[in-house]
């Protein structure tokens, strides 16, 4: 015998919208939707098979997190849709923007390169909206450039690069050679590991960039041992966003030095290897439903859908205003399986958050490391803190 | 090895001792695969006990012949005979059983299956399925009201206490907590049930009767930042007087006095605690600390930390075994 939902559901509502003391204008069912706006972006060719970005990296995330959180809301007539729009790296996303957020404030996840979702976020149609960026790294977003209508899920470069120095100092690893990528994204995380070798104390023993576009497969036993063996240090840090090189330093530099960052141990908001702090529940749930394992995109668009669902529950609202103030304010808190409360900084609208230290098959630790304080929060000794934030008129 | 040595003398002793003059705790070690056992006098580890996978919850039969065993990873309810000191079968359990709750008629176990979104009802003495209720995503915490007439469920993802009506095995209400709820516990008159929220960081009060929230309970300890107050593991005392709350990396059980319904106290325990088991008289209470892989015993009376006792990898569950219920 196996008793239904549904034969419970109808008592269920009634007892508990009766019995909870709510405005009357809360009572009534919410439906909310969420656009979620993906345009990809534009990669070089994948060396190692372990880097193919799946086609739904991001999407599937989002579709979890709806059907996560109708779970709670078919008990509070609340239901959550998602709207899909996907387009290829040369595709007009802007044009289809403009089309789901016009007429009124709307909900959106924004899945792809800084420079778009900034272009989304300064049209007229999404003024009034809340946007969640939930697949750019980029520090700017949330310093100079940031927007009063977007949050950010997705931890920001500053926050990894951070959370890997931490990791430096309390193994006492703190001097290393940084190498750097020639794509943009692999410039801009090199300058975060700089910017937080800088904060926390570590020293570039060497500073060198990876310029070679040959097929590093076929040689890197003959180049990384030369490029690895002018100075001394404890660990090579690779900024390789782009998954060029860094994985083929494992095993083939001068000395015998641990590779971090881009490769060996990565910094990562999202790792498949993570369990502890039931992580293991929603790692198998997502490979159930996506049939893959979950990735820090997927996670990012998982956070912002969860983020959305916990502020409608809270304040029995679907009004986007109402929602935004919420995840703003000292009550939201969420659950992201990282072993704590995680909540958005209000100076920049960035979800603080642990950062995960990771090979491919283990977790290694998460950031902030034990040790690191703060008079806040511990979390926020990773990334933009208040003081160093250019963001204004979030507040 | 000093665990087997320990062991070796107790038996001597239960060969040849009169009666047992202390209650014996027993802790589940969720990364060992074991069962620690506890002198409740001496406050010595006096038994180590190979079970099934990741064992979580445990609890009691009525009349503690039996300890029923969550072995998690091996999708199974153990059924550890304690006289004969071994396992003497497996009830069926759903996948993943994580916690239970075994009702006053002594036959019928609520057993939450986290990864499913079920609770199972399994008759203990058939051992059989009785029922399959379709609750919220992650199913944890559960709890069977000392009357019999509610059994309850907490979802984690969903953020929901579930109640359901045992007498029809059906879902009646839901209620909204904060997030991600652990344990429930009704108070010894089923007035009251508690319920910890481990992400929230707080402790809800409902009153049975209404099923109306009356309290919702925040913690701050100086020093220790908000995100780590995680509670998990709520114990009553039978007098009414206190409750126990683990409060999980903050290292801290918080004491709260039930008539006011605020925090009276924090003591500080092992690290990362997760449940706890009081004596029968109420004197002491013993805390499983995960991370530090040992026993805090606290007396109840001052409040204060008396002593720590280590035990097996990542203890995780407790249960007493009252002294005149120790086979002889």
Known sequence: MRASWTQGLAFSVAALLGATAMPAHAQGSLAISITYLEKKAEHPPTLSNFDLIPDDEGLAGARLAIKDTNSTGKFLKHSYALGEVVKESGGDILAEARKALDGGPKIAILNMPAADALAIADLPEAADDLL???????????????????????????????????????????????????????????????NAAKKFGVTLNADKPWLADADIRRNAMQEVPLFTQDADYD??????????????????????????????????????????????????????????????????????????????????????????????????????????????????????QPIALASRDALVTLAPIEGFEHENTELDTLGLDRPETKCTGME | MKARTLAATTALCLLTCASASAHWL???????????????????????????????????????????????????????????????????????PEQFALAPDNKHLYIANENDALATVVDVDSRTVVAQIDVGVEPEGMAVSHDGK?????????????????????????????????????????????????????????????????????????????????????????????????????????????????????????????????????????????VSGDVTMVDVASQKPEKTIKVGRFPWGAAMLPKDKIPQ
């Open chain 1, 132 to 194: 969640f960026n939930a697949g750019a790294y980029d520090t700017a977003l949330r310093d100079d450039k940031c927007r009063r209508n977007m949050l950010h899920t997705l931890p920001s470069r500053a926050m990894l690069a951070d959370a890997l120095m931490q990791f430096l100092v309390k193994k006492q690893w703190t001097r290393i050679m940084l190498v750097t990528g020639h794509y943009p994204t692999d410039e801009a995380l090199g300058e975060a590991f700089r």
């Open chain 1, 235 to 352: 660990a090579i840090v690779a900024a390789d966003e782009e998954n060029q090189f860094a994985t083929f330093f494992q095993y083939n530099s001068w000395q015998p030095r641990p590779i971090m960052g881009s490769a060996g141990l990565m910094t990562l908001a999202w790792s498949p290897a993570m369990e502890q702090w039931a992580a293991i529940q929603l790692q198998d749930r997502f490979n159930a439903f996506a049939k893959r394992k979950m990735d820090s995109i997927d996670y990012a668009s998982w956070l912002a859908v969860r983020s959305v669902g916990e502020a409608v529950t809270r304040t029995r609202s679907g009004d986007v205003a109402a929602i935004r103030a919420y995840l703003l304010g000292d009550q939201f808190g969420l659950d992201g399986f990282k072993g704590s409360r995680l909540s958005y900084r209000s100076w920049n609208g960035q979800l603080r």
């Open chain 2, 150 to 290: 509610w059994a309850i469920v907490t979802s984690e993802t969903t953020a929901m206490v579930h109640w359901i009506d045992t007498a029809t095995n059906t879902l009646i209400d839901n209620t909204l907590v904060d997030q991600r709820p652990r344990e429930a516990q009704f108070s010894a008159d089923d007035k009251e049930l508690w319920v910890s929220s481990e992400i929230g960081g707080t402790v809800t009060v409902m009153d049975v009767a209404t099923r109306q929230i009356k309290k919702v309970i925040d913690f701050a300890i100086s020093g220790v930042s908000r995100d780590t107050i995680q509670p998990v593991g709520i114990r009553l005392t039978k007098d009414g007087k206190w409750a126990f709350v683990a409060l999980g990396p903050a290292n801290h059980v918080a004491v709260i006095d039930r008539a006011t319904m605020e925090v009276a106290n924090y003591v500080l325990v092992g690290r990362r605690v997760w449940h706890m088991a009081l004596t029968p008289e109420g004197d002491k209470l013993y805390t499983t600390n995960g």
């Open chain 2, 26 to 96: 027993y802790v589940s070690n969720e990364k060992d695969d074991t069962l620690s056992v506890i002198d409740t006098e001496t406050n010595e580890l006096i038994d180590t006990i190979k079970v099934g996978e990741r064992p979580r919850g445990i609890t009691f039969s009525g009349d503690y012949k039996y300890l029923y065993i969550c072995a998690s990873d091996s999708n199974a309810v153990q059924v550890y005979d304690i006289a004969a000191k071994k396992i003497i079968h497996d009830l069926p359990s759903g996948d993943d």
